[in-house]
């Protein structure tokens, strides 16, 4: 876990360990949540990276007989 401190302009930085392993680079966009008295900060990532993040996902579901 790292701690940051918040500027007096209300500003982070994300430590470089998490950047670089989350692929964050300079300029990039990243979503900022509120989520149960936390600071959740998601990663935008454009379509064309994303192609392929699913494959070998198994997609069989359970299915209620009746909802077939």
């Known amino acids: 876990m790292s701690v940051v401190t918040v500027s007096p302009k209300f500003q982070i930085v994300i430590p470089l360990d998490v950047r670089r392993s989350l ?3 300079a300029g990039e966009k990243v979503c900022v ?5 936390r600071i959740a900060l998601i990663p ?3 379509m064309k990276k994303m192609r392929g993040a699913f494959k070998g996902m198994d997609t069989t579901v359970c299915r209620e007989t009746d909802r077939v």
């Not at 949540?33 to 008295?37: A, L, Q, R, S």
């Open 23 to 25: 692929g964050i680079r």
């Open 33 to 37: 949540m509120e989520y149960d008295g």
């Open 44 to 46: 935008i990532k454009p």
